[in-house]
């Protein structure tokens, strides 16, 4: 069964500090993705980055990329130079390789709170 | 504007009296899940479909019921609510293919009294 644990319940970080928020994943399976999300306080849930199990090169998306140490099935998020506008939960998920993208497992959360 | 469109936003009800909980999107896309947070449990999935007619159970489905008719649709049906499903409900749709991101609609706030 595929899990995944985020044990940073909370984290509270400086402005314009980078951050970096853990994950960490259990499978049995060569073949898998991994996702991380924002939930801002106003809800919705917003897309920030993927990691493909074969892909060679960490994954950058602007002031977000991901430290993908596949040997630890660690897919840490870093967030470079913090902005207020970062305050949010952050949620890393799994996709099912027995399902492709139908079916995704997600961590607990992380609330992540920037102070000025 | 691409996006996934769920109503209503809020609802409080009382135990027993049945709803649904609707969700559109206009992406086109073949694959649509339902999920619930619920505080320090993450989101878990409900059901999901991958594509008409196709629908499959997730992780805490006792309680729900969904169907898809179209494909742009994917109502959540509770049927007898109780107070055990409030929560946060999330609709989110994806085109099949690895890496696509699911894309989330904004959320309905259930309380179920």
């Known amino acids: 069964a595929q899990k995944i644990t985020q044990t940073q319940p909370g984290m509270f970080v400086q402005e314009k500090e980078a951050v970096t928020l853990d994950c960490t994943y259990d499978t049995s399976d060569p073949s898998y993705g991994l996702f991380w999300y924002k939930q801002p306080s106003s809800g919705e849930m917003i897309f920030l980055i993927y990691?493909?199990?074969?892909?060679?090169q960490n994954a950058t998306e602007g002031r977000y990329s991901l430290n993908f140490q596949k040997a630890r099935k660690s897919a840490n998020l870093v967030i470079s130079a913090s902005q207020l506008g970062d305050s949010a939960m952050y949620f890393c998920a799994m996709r099912d390789p027995n399902f492709g993208n139908e079916k995704l497992t997600f961590g607990t959360g992380t609330r992540l709170t920037i102070i000025p | 504007e691409a996006q996934v469109t769920q109503n209503p936003r809020y609802l409080i009800t009382v135990t027993g009296k049945k709803l649904t909980v609707t969700c559109s999107q206009n992406m086109n896309h073949e694959y649509m899940s339902w999920y619930r947070q619920d505080p320090g449990l993450g989101l878990r999935q409900i059901y999901y479909?991958?594509?008409?007619?196709?629908?499959d159970k997730g992780d805490v489905p006792e309680g729900y019921k969904v169907s898809r008719k179209e494909k742009r649709n994917f109502p959540l049906i509770l049927e007898s609510p109780s107070p055990n499903q409030t929560s946060l409900y999330f609709c989110a749709s994806a085109y099949q293919g690895t890496g696509q991101p699911q894309h989330f609609g904004d959320g309905t706030r259930l309380s179920i009294l």
């Open positions: 990691q493909g199990s074969y892909d060679q």
């Open positions: 479909s991958m594509n008409v007619e196709v629908t």
